[in-house]
């Protein structure tokens, strides 16, 4: 891995490298261990603990202070994410596609409600028990239905282990929720891991590699981290000595130099998104320009990638949807986003518009499927005439066998 | 805020604002909100600092500024991080009533100011000053959600936030010409995704009845239908019928889920 | 045909101007009910209406129907207290009549009144009308009504 790059603000004329201020992972361990902590009190009877087993075929990966992180590989119940089901539908099926190729049995629940966390840091109109009430409700049905949970979105992820840390901490809200699981007859029950399917996919990246059947190498590709994956309760993100020197969060960018693409950088990779909950819905004019400012802008001038690569529902949303506007003020715009799974789908042979549903998309994927080697116009026929046959009332849905 | 310089001028408490109302009087020449009672104000400070989570949320504050080059929104707004903590570290009741009304929505609650080296967390400060906001019907937060509102409907009567059917070209003209394409083509589209639970157009996926019926129950139990009664008399309306309804169908009274906090 | 800022207010009909619905008196002792122009202008593309079930009763000021469109969402309320004696299934099947046919295809409800309650005095005509939801427009900031293809109101 290249040395990080020269930063473009140098103090006192003397360009600063990233590189003097390091941060040094092993031997100063946070005092506190959440999982110590979730099992203590397991012991003291405040709460159960659903545990990853051999059933999940799971494998350890380092997080931030060097510690291990089980990750489970199959029996996962699919706690789906609202804006990729709602709008980015490709994000989803790209996540089941892939654990369905390595023949992994996993469980796609109704019984699963949202993590409500987009509207809670929208709009505040709710409490911690109640957003407690609603994670555990839902890893109790996990814990019946007998899966492991695996989180989709970014944003439920650093939620939920926001819930945690509040669980952790607060008797008196241990008390609250409990009489809530009491009045609906579920246990109260935490998992022993907050697991995001980005870490799925990251402890998967050499099996992906390897039943690859694209060439990759002439691909650049920026990764834009999600604010709530590392910035949220640090500790347990994935980060790796061989990838930017154990100073970023591993995750996504592992996956690119395991497929063999360019990982380009860019300076303002810790920037946030600018997806701001509530203002991606209704203050858009902050969330597109903090986007094609500080972000794609950037990106193009810097790296100029064949796609930027992220793995939580607001950043592909924000990051993608801000360019259409900004295009019409003559911004530097114009770079293809999606998601690491859809990404990784394609790598592996999947359709473009039956899996990664790429047509959801705001910005122009055509050239980013050319230059990958994809007959996007082949599979946009395929797509179209399989719609027909829906249309017509042939078949009611698109099933995994027509994928 | 223009301080007043204390050599000369009134000293708080004394001169003809003070005269009318000495509770009133702010250190501030040019302080908003002075009409407001600063019981009042104190109030709502003493709800902030009274939240459980207060005390993980401010460990002191050196002005560093580390959150305000991290923030997003300081760079478009009027808003900064590190006022907040500011503010609320040297108890200064009148800055935080006008954070409160003015900027606390601004925040985009991304966590990238907890790069702070005291490990302060003014994003959650602000969660937690928006809660107090919205739980006492200040019509700051009112207007403020006024447009979001629908959202609110959406996830507690559903189950999810946001719906297919969501993405039409009045709501995102800013979006680009996809949302009009995916409008045009909602439902056979949804038919061409293959997961069988994404075969729906009003709600993200096929949320069980069984599911919305223990949602419901948890916003009776935490209090949460209430907090929205506070919001929006309209949303509140269709929300407790469509969730008295399904109670009913269960054989539910309502009425006889008592809020778990105190 | 009433007008005011391009918006239609048929004559023959009655209006809450607060709740922004019309009622049309059946003459037969119920009245239908629908949203008026300004109220389909107001909520932009409708996509849901999700009328109360036959057989219900209504307070005065709670809901009859439930609307949403792109960027709204929320309760037609009834003026007066009734049983809801009929619904519009085809207004629930596709919405958008609501904005093409408000005061005809787009009523919602037809209410009969409780015992007790008498609607004409809850409700405005003529005049009281146009001057009503002018001001009205005025305080929600809406310059004009805005009209879908195919937009009919005779």
Known sequence: ?403 | ?262 | MGEVNNCRLPDDLHYHVEYNVWLRDNGDGTWDLGMTDIAQSLAGAIIHCRPKKVGKTVRAGRSIATVESGKWVGPVKAPFAAEIVARNDAAEADASILNRSPYNDGWIVRMKPLEGEDPSALLVQGEAVLEGFKEYMAEKGLEECVHCDGFECD
């Open chain 1, 1 to 403: 891995m290249d040395p990080l790059p020269v930063l473009n603000n140098p103090v006192n004329g003397v360009p600063v490298k990233a590189k003097d201020r390091v941060f040094d992972r092993k031997g100063k361990l946070p005092k506190t261990y959440y999982r110590e902590q979730l099992f203590e009190l397991e012991a003291k009877g405040e709460i159960q603990i659903h545990r990853i087993t051999d059933a999940q075929d799971p494998v350890q990966v380092e997080t931030k202070f060097g510690r291990m992180k089980t990750i489970p590989r199959a029996r996962t119940w699919h706690h789906k994410s609202c804006g990729q089901c709602g709008h980015i539908p490709g994000y989803s099926t790209s996540i089941f596609w892939l654990q369905r190729q390595f023949g992994y049995d996993y469980h796609d629940p109704r019984d699963q409600s949202s993590c409500t966390a987009w509207n809670y840091y929208a709009s505040s109109t709710s409490n911690p028990a109640a957003q407690a009430a609603v994670a555990l409700r839902n890893f109790a049905q996990a814990y019946e239905d007998d899966y492991f949970p695996l989180i989709h979105c970014g944003t439920s992820y650093g939620h939920y282990k926001e819930v945690r840390e509040e669980l952790i901490h607060h008797p008196e809200l241990r008390d609250q929720v409990r009489r809530v699981m009491d009045r609906l007859k579920m246990p109260m029950i935490f998992p022993e891991e907050v697991v995001h399917y980005s870490e799925w996919v990251h402890v998967m990246r050499k099996e992906i590699a390897a039943r690859m059947v694209l060439d990759l190498s002439e691909i650049t590709i920026t990764v834009h981290p999600a604010c709530h994956y590392h910035k949220l309760v640090v500790e347990d993100a994935i980060y790796d000595p061989e990838m930017y020197e154990g100073q970023r969060t591993a995750i996504v960018s592992a996956l690119v130099d395991a497929l063999g693409a360019n990982l380009a950088d860019y300076s303002t990779w810790h920037d946030c998104c600018g997806f701001g909950f509530r203002h991606i819905l209704v203050s858009r004019d902050f969330s597109r320009s903090f986007a094609t400012l500080r972000k794609i802008e950037r990106m193009k001038e810097e790296a100029n990638p064949d796609v930027v690569l992220t793995h939580d529902t607001g950043c592909v949303t924000t990051l993608d949807k801000s360019q259409f506007a900004t295009q019409a003020h003559g911004c530097n715009v114009g770079i293809p986003v999606m998601a690491d799974s859809q990404f990784a789908a394609l790598a592996m042979g999947a359709h473009p518009y039956k899996v990664c549903q790429l047509h959801w998309h705001g910005v122009d994927m055509k050239p980013l499927m050319e230059k990958m080697g994809i007959d996007h116009e082949k599979a946009w026929a395929e797509f179209e005439e399989d719609a027909k046959r829906v249309e017509s009332g042939e078949i009611d849905f698109l099933s995994w066998e027509d994928c």
């Open chain 2, 1 to 262: 805020m223009t301080a007043l310089n204390v050599t000369d001028g009134p000293e708080p408490g004394e001169g003809p604002r003070a005269e009318r109302a000495p509770e009133l009087c702010s250190i501030y020449a040019d302080a908003k909100y002075q009409e407001v009672p600063r019981a009042e104000k104190q109030r709502l400070f003493d709800e902030v600092k009274g939240d459980m989570r207060w005390s993980e949320t401010l460990y002191g504050c050196y002005e560093c500024g580390i959150c305000v080059a991290a923030c997003p929104s300081a760079r478009f707004y009027d808003f900064s991080p590190r006022v907040f903590a500011q503010v609320m570290a040297r108890e200064d009741v009148d800055g935080f009533y006008e954070l409160l009304n003015d900027s606390v929505w601004d925040c985009s609650q991304c966590f990238s100011c907890t790069r702070c080296p005291r490990q302060n967390n003014p994003g959650g400060i602000i969660t937690i000053m928006r809660e107090v906001a919205v739980n006492n019907g200040l019509t700051s937060a009112k207007d403020a959600l006024k447009a979001y509102s629908r959202i609110i409907y959406k996830v507690m009567s559903t189950g999810t936030q946001v719906a297919p059917d969501m993405l039409q070209p009045d709501f995102f003209p800013d979006w680009g010409p996809d949302v009009v394409a995916v409008a045009d083509n909602l439902d056979v589209w949804r038919r061409m995704v293959p997961p069988e639970t994404l075969h729906t157009t009003e709600l993200a996926w096929d949320v069980s009845e069984k599911t919305r019926l223990e949602l419901y129950m948890i916003w009776k139990l935490t209090g949460n239908l209430e907090i929205i009664e506070q919001l929006d008399e309209g949303i509140f309306m269709i929300l407790e019928e469509v969730m008295e309804e399904l109670l009913e169908e269960h054989g539910y009274d309502i009425d006889d889920f008592e809020s778990v906090i105190d």
